[in-house]
């Protein structure tokens, strides 16, 4: 996996309280609000399949009217193969995920992009803010 990665454009957008920083590829999304990762920790330590948990939302369940929008949403902005930015609180969830929100090259944080989302419906939300 090569990944380049301007931290000077995307460093900006952390949002306050989250410590740690490390480029990652997407390997698939799960659902609107899980997806699974490499991650170079180090230049000697890679993670392969690890999953995340987008911290800060709680997208529309994957069984639900528009549980598939959500994944196609994310697998959208960031496909298999993407490389990305994980900002990190390293905290995790109560199934054992970590959290943490994801930066798009161009800075765009997924958290916020999925949080001003709607459905096909155009009423729906595709996720809500939440704090687990």
């Not at 990652?24 to 995340?52: C, F, H, M, N, P």
């Not at 949403?73 to 298999?80: C, D, G, Q, R, W």
């Not at 199934?95 to 155009?122: N, Q």
């Amino acid at each position: 996996m090569k990944m380049h990665w301007d931290f000077n454009h995307t460093i900006t957008n952390v949002p306050v309280g989250f410590t740690w920083t490390f480029p990652a590829e997407i390997q698939r999304w799960v659902d609107g609000d899980s997806v699974y990762v490499s991650i170079q920790r180090t230049a000697r330590e890679k993670l392969i399949d690890v999953e995340l948990r987008l911290d800060g939302i709680n997208a529309v369940e994957i069984k639900t009217a528009f549980g598939q929008e959500a994944k196609a949403f994310m697998e959208k902005l960031a496909p298999s193969g993407a490389t990305v930015l994980l900002v990190e609180r390293n905290h995790k969830e109560k199934y054992g995920r970590e959290l943490a929100r994801v930066l798009l090259m161009d800075g765009r944080d997924l958290c916020t992009e999925i949080l001003t989302a709607k459905a096909s419906d155009g009423v729906t939300p595709l996720a809500v803010p939440y704090n687990p």
